[in-house]
């Protein structure tokens, strides 16, 4: 059995991605969609910016989760405009981050690979990446739209319980990037070691300012310039989820549901800030719990 290697940074993560990825065609049970994906993954590597998230930031984006998609099935569900790629073409990754495949070995560390569909639908495409299986395809999402569009990347045969890991990933991306979005909350500092960013420019052809660690913008100063400058925000952060509320036809963002009646859908907003604490909710998903 292959010993498992726990990777120190999204640096090292990257680079054994890249290099596995050729070998897919290796693997045992392969199929020709496995090699396309392999192939697809290679490249963007070669153009990607990678975001290597801090454990607390994480956490939150399972609290997030669950706020926001908690009880929701995939027609009830309208992405945000914050839920935008913050670059082209991102990967994500925390230290730590297993997932376990029926039928495969456990605990094996994996990131998310998400780029804009080539072809211009508008649609952001969502991978699962890692040196031990190579790349598989979770589902798409679209934001800016009036209607709920998310497309899981079910095939014939999927049951329900592996569809519904499907659309978990996709949506967990989502929430990723709706964090990332918000300047105000996260900073961004170089991830892995100098040396590390060299020896893999040198190696993949990465640009150094690729890598991004993504922590919380918090801190005595941050906390004490908010309180002197927007009182308003002193509260922990916490999210406001989206829903839809009774409107007029013709309204801004309006849409006939099944009842006959119209609805105006109303974007979920961020309140507060991390500098005063994260307000928790319960009963989260955790990222990678199966697939």
Request: aromatic share 10%; net charge negative; with cysteine.
């Amino acid at each position: 059995m292959t010993k498992v290697r726990e990777p120190s940074s999204i640096v090292e993560m990257a680079e054994l991605c890249r290099l596995a990825q050729p070998l897919v065609k290796y693997m045992e049970g392969v199929t020709q969609d496995d090699i396309d994906n392999a192939e697809d993954v290679l490249d963007a590597l070669g153009a990607c910016d990678f975001y290597q998230l801090d454990d607390s930031v994480v956490r939150a984006v399972d609290q997030v989760y669950e706020q926001t998609y908690g009880g929701k099935t995939t027609d009830e569900i309208i992405l945000d405009a914050d839920c935008r790629l913050p670059s082209n073409i991102c990967a994500f990754w925390s230290p730590g981050s297993k997932i376990s495949f029926t039928g495969r070995a456990s605990n094996l560390p994996f990131m998310y690979l998400a780029f804009a569909d080539p072809d211009g639908s508008g649609k952001n495409l969502v991978f699962l990446i890692s040196p031990y299986f190579g790349a598989v395809f979770m589902g798409s999402y679209q934001v800016g739209v009036e209607q709920p569009i998310l497309i899981s990347g079910y095939t014939a045969g999927m049951d329900e319980t592996q569809q519904q890991v499907h659309t978990m990933n996709v949506l967990t991306v989502a929430t990723m990037c709706s964090l990332l979005n918000q300047p105000s909350f996260t900073k961004r500092e170089p991830a892995g070691s100098r040396q590390e960013r060299r020896a893999a420019k040198r190696s993949g052809g990465y640009t150094t300012d690729a890598w991004h660690k993504i922590t919380w913008n918090i801190g005595e100063e941050v906390k004490a310039k908010l309180t002197r400058d927007e009182p308003v925000r002193c509260m922990p952060l916490h999210y406001t989820r989206g829903h839809w509320r009774k409107a007029e036809e013709g309204w801004k963002n309006t849409t006939q549901r099944k009842d006959g009646l119209w609805y105006q859908w109303i974007e979920g907003f961020w309140s507060g800030h991390p500098a005063f604490g994260i307000k928790k909710s319960y009963h989260a998903p955790k990222m990678g719990d199966a697939a």
